[in-house]
Every structure is written in structure tokens, then in C-alpha cells.
């Protein structure tokens, strides 16, 4: 087969699997700009002729997303930059020093990536009502601020670094602080970018947990406020996609700016030279 030829076989296989992961995206963006009687038509609308840009605003009036919205971002920034920070410092901590029980405490870390999260919920509920932080940011981001898997994924990364890279540090009075700040970190950006909007991405779309340790909206996340728009009249559907639309926005903005990151971040150390 000809290469131009398999080249246009990739290109079109690459167009038909954007077709299918945009289209469900493309379907909300048109019903939120439809009236909401034409939503369930049969056959559905494709291409609204008169779009209703006003849903948008409708949603962030009556839907009071603006401070959900504002509630998720302070959460996710938070829970990211801590899960950051604590998975990092361990990481280094498992990588480079040397510890009693060190075995040990990593495989810890480990064990706790076959624990699922639901078993979890009632221990972490109880702690939150215990220390009385019901409705509060502490109760939204706490529980988060460690991750086993970025210990792992920063242990791993940390380790591919070569160990005279340590020796020249220490020989040029670099501390582990240094060491750290100025050599592994930037030479595993790619990491510390893909894993921060893991997490990110993680936080904003958490809802169980926010709707258990909250009962009011202004510690509410947007993804628990989106439920307050079920309760709309039936011709007024379209505002429900457009709270969707606009609740995803931010991560559909976050995607864009650091694509680059989450690729280089993702094959890191997949090929070696």
C-alpha cells in the first residue's frame, strides 16, 4: 500500500474517532441553544437556526452557578497544589534518602491504591463530623491533600534521574531543598504538569463527596449545584445544558493551555535514548 495512502487511512480513522468523542459535546452545546420544547423533537435538531444565547445567562442567574463555580475552583486549586506538595516531598523522601522502614512505608503508600474510594467514605465522614468541619473547606479538601498514586508516579520519575546528577549537587553544597528546587523538579515538569491536572480534573468533578459533607450552597461544588437545575420547568431544558456547558468550561480551558504538558507528562521515560 502506498504511503499516501496510509497516510489518508490514519487521517480518516483519526476524524472519525474525533467525530464520535466530540459529537455527545456538540449535542449539548446545540439543546442548550435551543428552546426547551424543541429539545425532545424527533427528528433532533442539529443546527439550531435561532440560537438562544440568553440560556447562558439564564443558568448563571437562576442556577447561582457563579458561586459554585467559585467553590469548585477554590477546592480544586487547593486539593491540587496539597496533593502536589505532599506527593512530591514523599516521592523525593523514597527516592533519595535513606530511612528505617523505608520498604515498608512505600508499599503502604501502594496498598492503599487497591483500596476503593467508597470504602472510605463512612471513615473519612465520621473524622470530618469529629473535628467539626461539616460545611467547610477543611471537609472538602482535606481528605484529599495525599495521593498514592503520585507518590508512585513522582517516586518512579525521581528514580530515572541519574545518581551522579545527586553526587555533583552535593559536592557543589546543594541540600536536598536545592537539589530539589533546582535540578529533579525541573527536569520533571512534564510530570508535575500532567499530574496537576489529574488532579485538578479529579476535584472539579467530585460530587458524591461534596454533597455528603455540605448542606449549603455556599460551600456547595458546581457539580452539586447542577442538580439544583433538575427542578426547572420542562421547557426550560436547555438551561440544564447550558449550567453543563458552562460548568465544564474551565476544564475544556485547562486542556487547551497545558495539552502539550499532559502529553510530554504521559510519555515520559516511554522512550529511552
Known amino acids: 500500500m502506498p504511503t499516501s495512502v496510509r497516510t489518508a487511512l490514519r487521517y480518516l480513522v483519526l476524524v472519525v474517532i474525533a467525530v464520535i468523542v466530540l459529537f455527545p459535546i456538540y449535542i449539548t452545546l446545540v439543546n442548550a441553544l ?3 420544547q ?3 423533537k424527533r427528528p433532533p435538531t442539529l443546527f439550531p437556526l435561532h440560537p438562544l444565547w440568553d440560556s447562558f445567562s439564564q443558568a448563571w442567574t437562576d442556577g447561582s452557578l457563579g458561586p459554585y463555580l467559585r467553590t469548585s475552583a477554590i477546592v480544586s486549586i487547593a486539593t ?3 496533593a502536589l506538595a505532599t506527593s512530591i516531598l514523599a516521592a523525593y523522601a523514597f527516592a533519595f534518602l ?3 522502614l523505608k520498604r515498608v512505608l512505600f508499599a503502604l503508600c501502594l496498598a492503599t491504591l487497591m483500596v476503593p474510594a467508597e470504602v472510605t467514605i463512612i471513615p473519612n465522614y465520621r473524622t470530618i463530623q469529629l473535628f467539626g468541619w461539616y460545611d467547610t473547606y477543611p471537609a ?8 498514592g498514586i503520585g507518590i508512585f508516579l513522582f517516586r518512579q520519575s525521581f528514580r530515572q534521574l541519574p545518581r551522579d546528577l545527586r553526587d555533583a549537587a552535593v559536592l557543589d553544597g546543594y541540600g536536598h531543598w536545592r537539589f530539589l528546587g533546582r535540578v529533579v523538579l525541573p527536569l520533571n515538569r512534564p510530570m508535575v504538569g500532567a499530574f496537576a491536572i489529574f488532579a485538578f480534573l479529579g476535584s472539579w468533578n467530585q460530587y458524591l463527596w461534596p454533597l ?3 448542606n449549603t450552597n455556599a460551600r456547595r461544588t458546581v457539580q452539586v449545584g447542577l442538580k439544583q437545575l433538575e427542578g426547572l420547568n420542562a421547557d426550560q431544558q436547555n438551561i440544564i445544558f447550558a449550567g453543563t456547558i458552562l460548568a465544564a468550561l474551565p476544564i475544556f480551558v485547562l486542556l487547551l493551555l497545558f495539552q502539550r504538558q499532559l502529553v510530554r507528562g504521559l510519555t515520559a521515560g516511554a522512550v529511552k535514548g
Do not use: K, N, R
Open 34 to 36: 435551543l428552546p426547551g
Open 98 to 100: 535513606e530511612f528505617p
Open 140 to 147: 472538602l479538601i482535606v481528605p484529599f491533600v495525599a495521593s
Open 212 to 214: 455528603l459533607v455540605t
Open 38 to 40: 424543541d429539545i425532545a
Open 80 to 82: 491540587t497544589l496539597a
